[in-house]
T-cell receptor
Framework: ETGVTQSPTHLIKTRGQQVTLRCSSQ?????VSWYQQALGQGPQFIFQ???????GRGNFPPRFSGLQFPNYSSELNVNALELDDSALYLC?????????????FGPGTRLTVT | DQQVKQNSPSLSVQEGRISILNCDYT??????FLWYKKYPAEGPTFLIS?????DKNEDGRFTVFLNKSAKHLSLHIVPSQPGDSAVYFC??????????????FGTGTLLAVQP
């Protein structure tokens, strides 16, 4: 059973640019959630994807968007990057309707916006 | 509005002693609480959880206590070991088995266990 993987590990972008982060979910999971963890903060829920559709969204602007593919892997896209977007981006895979503790996190992508 | 709060940014304890990490919440709709442990360069890993219908859950050296009237939970680690040194996040869910698996996290407590 493979775990949750994310790519790239680190990324440096300039303000105004666009970025795509990738996540491969754990085998057998059909749902991917994305979280943003700013320095000194806990992870904040961005949105969740189930069956290739957005299934719940946190308090993030529309320039944060995502995709889920038939193999349940997912992408997080951020347009018009701002300095405050600098953070660790975590994805978590799970089975929809499963217990809350059955979410498995990837190691994250560290995004720095300059 | 921070619905889940961890007011202690850091905690230092001696090996073998008890570590107590605290968490407060404001939303009475939360029905499930979890503790995650995070090492640098790794994602959070699930440690222990408790349903809102219970007041205690134990798993080996880890025990979580829930006081619903005070909207407070705590994680006890006994005995503490140097390998327990990590950031601990308290998290809550209001949608067990529901439409999303959204978790609300606290800001974390850095635990340092001194040998």
């Amino acid at each position: 059973e493979t775990g949750v993987t994310q790519s790239p590990t680190h990324l440096i972008k300039t303000r105004g640019q666009q970025v795509t982060l990738r996540c491969s979910s754990q085998s057998g999971h059909n749902t991917v959630s994305w979280y943003q963890q700013a320095l000194g903060q806990g992870p904040q829920f961005i949105f969740q994807y189930y069956r290739e559709e957005e299934n719940g969204r946190g308090n993030f602007p529309p320039r944060f968007s995502g995709l889920q593919f038939p193999n349940y892997s997912s992408e997080l896209n951020v347009n018009a990057l701002e300095l405050d977007d600098s953070a660790l981006y975590l994805c978590a895979s799970s089975q929809l309707g499963g217990a809350p503790y059955e979410q498995y996190f990837g190691p994250g992508t560290r995004l720095t916006v300059t | 509005d921070q619905q889940v709060k961890q007011n202690s940014p850091s905690l230092s304890v001696q090996e073998g002693r008890i570590s107590i990490l605290n968490c407060d919440y404001t939303n009475s709709m939360f029905d499930y609480f979890l503790w995650y442990k995070k090492y640098p360069a790794e994602g959070p890993t699930f440690l222990i959880s408790i349903s809102s219908i219970k007041d205690k859950n134990e798993d080996g050296r880890f025990t979580v206590f829930l006081n619903k009237s005070a909207k407070h939970l705590s994680l006890h680690i006994v005995p503490s070991q140097p390998g327990d040194s990590a950031v601990y996040f308290c998290a809550a869910s209001a949608e067990y088995g529901g439409a999303t698996n959204k978790l609300i996290f606290g800001t974390g407590t850095l635990l340092a266990v001194q040998p």
